[in-house]
């Protein structure tokens, strides 16, 4: 089998590791389990690094790494990966405007196109994510909505796939959008052994998890943020929109418009959020059961928060503490 062209393309301020770690991973897929069994060995991949002008690499870390060449020499890559930016987006979008051209050009020719975390900015800068599914970092999902109105940003998965459009959110996720991409050429066993080759869990699918509600309290609203106070102190307690309103001398119209405007959700499912964001630091940090944590949180239906739960999170309860608890002796 001939192996896929893969190319990485880097850029000054780039995060290292997301080009390392995916140059490694392509390069072993077909290797390193099959070394280790004593089994054939097969590269699929073949892997090069290219940068603008063939020019060596700056990386945010202050390391430099070497291009094999220039992605203008290059004639149709079967697969182009873009890393994450690692520091200073906007002076990058601005200095990368060279790039943009490349990609249409790429994407026309129905090159699979690859991007991670805030990599996405490049290819929204584009204009190749207009009307079309994409994720980014979650940390930087508000200045990504700000600046690209018409994206489908949908910043709760870790990857998404349309048409010839491949996008990962968060830092290291490279490796689940890696490992996806190796079974798409590849197929699953071999996404598979290299998967268990270099001790990594299979792709995942959600990022909300990691994210927290920190994205939602980042505005300038002080009333808004004064009712997120509120909710966060009676979270076991009962709150409905029209107490709060009260409790707030607004009408509940006007705090659903301007707590939407502020945090970009409802009243009722930030609320949601907050609720289970508390489940897991408790699940994480305590040895709690279900039980008992229901009735901290405002609930009372076990099998209905343990979906809620498992929609939210990917995991079910006992999954979720299982995989996080920081207690030692649960």
Request: charged share 20%; with cysteine; proline share 3%.
């Amino acid at each position: 089998m001939t192996p896929a062209n893969v190319v990485v393309y880097g850029f000054d301020r780039a995060l290292s590791s997301a080009i390392t770690g995916v140059v490694d991973l392509f390069a072993q897929a077909g290797v390193t389990w099959q070394a280790i069994h004593g089994q054939s060995v097969e590269p699929v991949f073949s892997v090069q690094l290219l940068s603008a002008g063939g020019s060596d690499i700056r990386c945010a870390n202050g390391i430099t790494l070497k291009a094999d060449g220039a992605l203008t020499a290059h004639t149709k890559p079967d697969l182009l990966l873009i890393p994450s930016i690692g520091s200073q987006i906007d002076q990058v979008l601005a200095t990368e405007r060279s790039l943009y051209p490349l990609l249409r050009h790429f994407h026309t020719a129905q090159v699979d196109i690859a991007a991670n975390c805030t990599g996405v900015f490049l290819l929204a800068q584009a204009g190749l994510l207009d009307q079309k599914a994409a994720t980014t970092h979650w940390g930087f999902a508000s200045t990504f909505e700000q600046k690209y109105p018409g994206v489908d940003l949908q910043s709760e998965k870790l990857h998404t796939c349309q048409e010839n459009i491949f996008c990962a959110g968060g830092g290291m996720a490279w490796f689940d959008l890696a490992l996806l991409l190796i079974e798409r050429y590849a197929g699953a066993q071999v996404a598979r052994q290299t998967a268990k080759a270099h001790v990594l869990d299979l792709p995942r699918y959600n990022q909300s998890l990691y994210a927290g509600s920190r994205r939602q309290i980042m505005h300038q609203d002080s009333l808004v943020r004064e009712i997120q106070n509120h909710m966060a102190r009676q979270l076991a307690g009962l709150i409905s929109l029209e107490r709060v309103a009260s409790h707030f001398n607004v009408t509940p119209r006007t705090l659903t418009r301007r707590f939407k405007a502020a945090t970009g959700m409802s009243p009722g499912r930030y609320l949601q959020q907050l609720r289970i964001d508390h489940a897991r630091k408790l699940l994480e940090t305590s040895r709690c059961t279900l039980d008992s944590l229901l009735p901290q949180i405002g609930y009372e239906d076990a099998s209905s928060f343990s979906r809620l739960f498992k929609r939210h999170t990917g995991y079910s309860v006992s999954q979720y503490r299982a995989k996080f608890s920081r207690d030692e002796n649960l």
